[in-house]
Protein backbone atom coordinates (compact mmCIF):
# COMPACT_ATOMS: atom_id res chain seq x y z
CA UNK A 1 0.00 0.00 0.00
CA UNK A 2 1.26 3.87 -0.95
CA UNK A 3 2.06 6.00 1.80
CA UNK A 4 2.75 9.10 2.60
CA UNK A 5 4.54 11.08 4.93
CA UNK A 6 4.75 14.50 5.74
CA UNK A 7 7.60 15.57 8.69
CA UNK A 8 6.61 18.88 9.21
CA UNK A 9 3.44 18.97 11.40
CA UNK A 10 4.05 22.85 11.72
CA UNK A 11 5.88 25.43 9.49
CA UNK A 12 6.28 29.31 10.34
CA UNK A 13 7.57 31.90 6.87
CA UNK A 14 7.20 35.67 7.33
CA UNK A 15 5.40 37.60 4.81
CA UNK A 16 7.02 37.93 1.15
CA UNK A 17 9.11 35.18 2.09
CA UNK A 18 9.69 31.74 1.16
CA UNK A 19 9.28 28.62 2.31
CA UNK A 20 9.45 24.70 1.81
CA UNK A 21 7.24 22.23 2.52
CA UNK A 22 8.23 18.31 2.54
CA UNK A 23 6.44 15.31 0.95
CA UNK A 24 7.80 11.93 0.85
CA UNK A 25 5.91 9.05 -0.42
CA UNK A 26 6.18 5.19 -1.04
CA UNK A 27 4.97 3.24 -3.95
CA UNK A 28 5.61 0.15 -6.20
CA UNK A 29 4.41 2.47 -8.98
CA UNK A 30 6.07 4.32 -11.78
CA UNK A 31 2.42 5.48 -13.28
CA UNK A 32 1.30 7.79 -10.84
CA UNK A 33 0.12 11.33 -9.44
CA UNK A 34 1.02 13.78 -6.86
CA UNK A 35 -1.03 16.48 -5.23
CA UNK A 36 -1.01 19.73 -2.95
CA UNK A 37 -3.90 20.51 -1.33
CA UNK A 38 -4.87 22.98 0.86
CA UNK A 39 -7.30 23.41 3.96
CA UNK A 40 -7.46 26.85 5.21
CA UNK A 41 -9.52 27.41 8.59
CA UNK A 42 -13.18 27.66 6.75
CA UNK A 43 -11.81 23.23 6.04
CA UNK A 44 -12.64 23.46 2.27
CA UNK A 45 -9.87 21.29 0.44
CA UNK A 46 -8.40 23.21 -2.65
CA UNK A 47 -6.02 22.04 -4.86
CA UNK A 48 -2.86 24.12 -5.19
CA UNK A 49 -0.68 21.84 -7.35
CA UNK A 50 -0.75 18.71 -8.94
CA UNK A 51 2.51 16.46 -10.91
CA UNK A 52 2.38 13.63 -13.10
CA UNK A 53 4.87 10.93 -12.84
CA UNK A 54 6.07 10.61 -16.48
CA UNK A 55 6.62 14.66 -16.24
CA UNK A 56 10.00 15.24 -15.64
CA UNK A 57 9.56 18.92 -15.40
CA UNK A 58 8.24 20.14 -12.15
CA UNK A 59 4.59 21.72 -12.38
CA UNK A 60 4.38 25.61 -11.59
CA UNK A 61 1.19 27.53 -10.82
CA UNK A 62 1.70 30.97 -10.37
CA UNK A 63 3.66 31.82 -6.72
CA UNK A 64 3.77 27.80 -5.71
CA UNK A 65 6.17 24.95 -7.55
CA UNK A 66 7.32 21.70 -6.63
CA UNK A 67 10.44 19.62 -6.39
CA UNK A 68 9.18 16.33 -7.90
CA UNK A 69 12.44 13.97 -7.21
CA UNK A 70 10.83 10.47 -8.64
CA UNK A 71 13.90 8.43 -7.48
CA UNK A 72 13.79 9.78 -4.08
CA UNK A 73 10.18 9.76 -3.76
CA UNK A 74 10.10 13.17 -2.71
CA UNK A 75 7.65 15.71 -3.43
CA UNK A 76 7.99 19.27 -1.94
CA UNK A 77 6.18 22.26 -2.20
CA UNK A 78 7.62 25.63 -2.59
CA UNK A 79 5.32 28.69 -2.22
CA UNK A 80 7.35 31.79 -2.59
CA UNK A 81 6.37 35.45 -1.83
CA UNK A 82 4.34 34.12 0.86
CA UNK A 83 0.44 35.88 1.70
CA UNK A 84 -1.18 36.41 4.72
CA UNK A 85 -4.05 34.33 2.73
CA UNK A 86 -1.56 31.13 2.75
CA UNK A 87 -1.83 30.29 6.27
CA UNK A 88 -3.32 27.05 6.44
CA UNK A 89 -3.32 23.17 6.67
CA UNK A 90 -1.46 21.62 3.24
CA UNK A 91 -1.67 17.83 2.78
CA UNK A 92 0.58 16.16 0.23
CA UNK A 93 -1.52 13.43 -1.62
CA UNK A 94 -0.79 10.66 -4.18
CA UNK A 95 -2.99 8.53 -6.36
CA UNK A 96 -2.20 5.16 -8.86
CA UNK A 97 -2.21 5.92 -12.11
CA UNK A 98 -3.53 3.00 -13.20
CA UNK A 99 -4.92 -0.02 -11.82
CA UNK A 100 -7.78 -0.91 -10.47
CA UNK A 101 -8.04 1.68 -7.51
CA UNK A 102 -6.78 4.42 -9.45
CA UNK A 103 -9.39 6.66 -8.05
CA UNK A 104 -8.47 6.80 -4.32
CA UNK A 105 -6.30 9.33 -3.17
CA UNK A 106 -3.95 8.64 -0.15
CA UNK A 107 -3.20 11.74 2.38
CA UNK A 108 -0.62 12.68 4.42
CA UNK A 109 -0.99 13.73 7.84
CA UNK A 110 -0.35 17.55 6.81
CA UNK A 111 1.64 20.48 7.48
CA UNK A 112 0.14 23.56 9.47
CA UNK A 113 1.70 26.65 7.81
CA UNK A 114 1.84 29.85 9.94
CA UNK A 115 2.41 33.12 7.83
CA UNK A 116 3.92 35.65 10.04
CA UNK A 117 3.04 39.78 9.02
CA UNK B 1 -21.82 27.04 -11.86
CA UNK B 2 -22.02 25.63 -8.24
CA UNK B 3 -19.46 23.46 -6.44
CA UNK B 4 -19.77 20.19 -4.64
CA UNK B 5 -22.37 21.04 -1.99
CA UNK B 6 -22.36 19.21 1.15
CA UNK B 7 -24.91 19.73 4.01
CA UNK B 8 -25.38 20.10 7.18
CA UNK B 9 -22.13 21.87 7.69
CA UNK B 10 -22.62 21.01 11.46
CA UNK B 11 -24.27 18.36 13.06
CA UNK B 12 -24.52 16.90 16.42
CA UNK B 13 -25.81 13.68 17.76
CA UNK B 14 -26.18 11.68 20.75
CA UNK B 15 -24.71 8.26 21.20
CA UNK B 16 -26.88 5.47 19.73
CA UNK B 17 -28.74 8.47 17.43
CA UNK B 18 -28.62 8.05 13.38
CA UNK B 19 -26.27 10.81 11.06
CA UNK B 20 -27.34 11.65 7.78
CA UNK B 21 -25.07 13.49 5.77
CA UNK B 22 -26.06 14.83 1.82
CA UNK B 23 -23.79 15.27 -0.83
CA UNK B 24 -24.51 17.03 -4.63
CA UNK B 25 -21.80 16.29 -6.56
CA UNK B 26 -20.87 19.56 -9.26
CA UNK B 27 -23.26 19.47 -11.92
CA UNK B 28 -22.09 17.08 -14.78
CA UNK B 29 -20.07 14.72 -12.08
CA UNK B 30 -21.46 11.33 -11.96
CA UNK B 31 -18.69 9.81 -9.43
CA UNK B 32 -18.79 10.78 -5.86
CA UNK B 33 -16.44 9.98 -3.29
CA UNK B 34 -16.54 9.82 0.67
CA UNK B 35 -13.46 11.12 3.09
CA UNK B 36 -13.15 11.14 6.46
CA UNK B 37 -11.05 13.59 8.61
CA UNK B 38 -10.20 12.42 11.93
CA UNK B 39 -8.48 14.84 14.38
CA UNK B 40 -4.62 15.95 13.79
CA UNK B 41 -5.14 13.43 10.35
CA UNK B 42 -5.10 13.29 6.71
CA UNK B 43 -8.30 12.77 4.62
CA UNK B 44 -8.94 8.55 4.44
CA UNK B 45 -10.89 7.52 1.87
CA UNK B 46 -14.22 5.94 2.70
CA UNK B 47 -16.20 4.52 -0.72
CA UNK B 48 -16.71 5.99 -4.25
CA UNK B 49 -20.32 5.85 -6.14
CA UNK B 50 -21.42 6.29 -8.94
CA UNK B 51 -25.11 6.78 -10.09
CA UNK B 52 -26.48 3.64 -8.27
CA UNK B 53 -23.72 1.86 -7.71
CA UNK B 54 -21.16 1.17 -4.80
CA UNK B 55 -17.87 0.91 -6.82
CA UNK B 56 -15.64 0.60 -3.82
CA UNK B 57 -16.57 0.64 -0.17
CA UNK B 58 -13.29 -0.87 0.87
CA UNK B 59 -12.46 2.14 3.32
CA UNK B 60 -16.15 2.67 4.88
CA UNK B 61 -16.13 0.39 8.50
CA UNK B 62 -18.43 -2.68 7.72
CA UNK B 63 -21.18 -2.40 10.70
CA UNK B 64 -23.51 1.08 11.22
CA UNK B 65 -22.15 2.90 8.15
CA UNK B 66 -23.51 2.99 4.69
CA UNK B 67 -23.91 4.87 1.70
CA UNK B 68 -25.31 5.48 -1.69
CA UNK B 69 -26.07 7.90 -4.96
CA UNK B 70 -29.47 7.47 -6.13
CA UNK B 71 -30.51 8.50 -10.13
CA UNK B 72 -32.33 11.24 -8.81
CA UNK B 73 -31.38 13.14 -5.58
CA UNK B 74 -27.91 13.79 -3.48
CA UNK B 75 -25.46 10.74 -2.02
CA UNK B 76 -26.27 10.01 1.16
CA UNK B 77 -23.55 8.98 4.04
CA UNK B 78 -26.00 7.36 6.60
CA UNK B 79 -24.06 6.40 10.26
CA UNK B 80 -26.29 4.26 12.70
CA UNK B 81 -25.72 4.37 16.49
CA UNK B 82 -22.94 6.43 16.39
CA UNK B 83 -20.25 6.68 18.56
CA UNK B 84 -17.86 9.10 19.74
CA UNK B 85 -15.24 7.65 17.66
CA UNK B 86 -17.60 8.85 14.96
CA UNK B 87 -16.74 12.45 15.55
CA UNK B 88 -15.07 13.77 12.38
CA UNK B 89 -15.55 16.11 9.21
CA UNK B 90 -16.37 14.02 6.44
CA UNK B 91 -15.56 15.41 3.27
CA UNK B 92 -17.50 14.39 -0.43
CA UNK B 93 -15.42 14.86 -3.67
CA UNK B 94 -17.16 14.41 -6.88
CA UNK B 95 -15.38 14.12 -10.96
CA UNK B 96 -16.21 13.98 -14.56
CA UNK B 97 -15.11 10.47 -15.80
CA UNK B 98 -12.28 12.92 -17.34
CA UNK B 99 -11.65 13.70 -14.32
CA UNK B 100 -11.33 10.65 -12.55
CA UNK B 101 -8.20 9.91 -15.49
CA UNK B 102 -6.78 13.26 -14.60
CA UNK B 103 -7.17 13.07 -10.59
CA UNK B 104 -9.14 16.04 -10.63
CA UNK B 105 -11.04 15.75 -7.83
CA UNK B 106 -13.15 18.64 -6.77
CA UNK B 107 -14.04 18.72 -2.68
CA UNK B 108 -16.91 20.09 -0.80
CA UNK B 109 -16.56 21.70 2.21
CA UNK B 110 -17.05 19.18 4.69
CA UNK B 111 -19.83 18.19 7.41
CA UNK B 112 -18.32 18.30 10.85
CA UNK B 113 -20.02 15.20 12.73
CA UNK B 114 -20.15 15.64 16.67
CA UNK B 115 -21.01 12.92 18.64
CA UNK B 116 -22.12 13.62 22.37
Known sequence: AQTVTQSQPEMSVQEAETVTLSCTYDTSESDYYLFWYKQPPSRQMILVIRQEAYKQQNATENRFSVNFQKAAKSFSLKISDSQLGDAAMYFCAYRSGSGGSNYKLTFGKGTLLTVNP | ?116
Not at chain 2, 59 to 72: D, I, L, V
Request: glycine share 10%; proline share 5%.
Open chain 2, 1 to 116: NAGVMQNPRHLVRRRGQEARLRCSPMKGHSHVYWYRQLPEEGLKFMVYLQKENIIDESGMPKERFSAEFPKEGPSILRIQQVVRGDSAAYFCASSSSSGLNTGELFFGEGSRLTVL
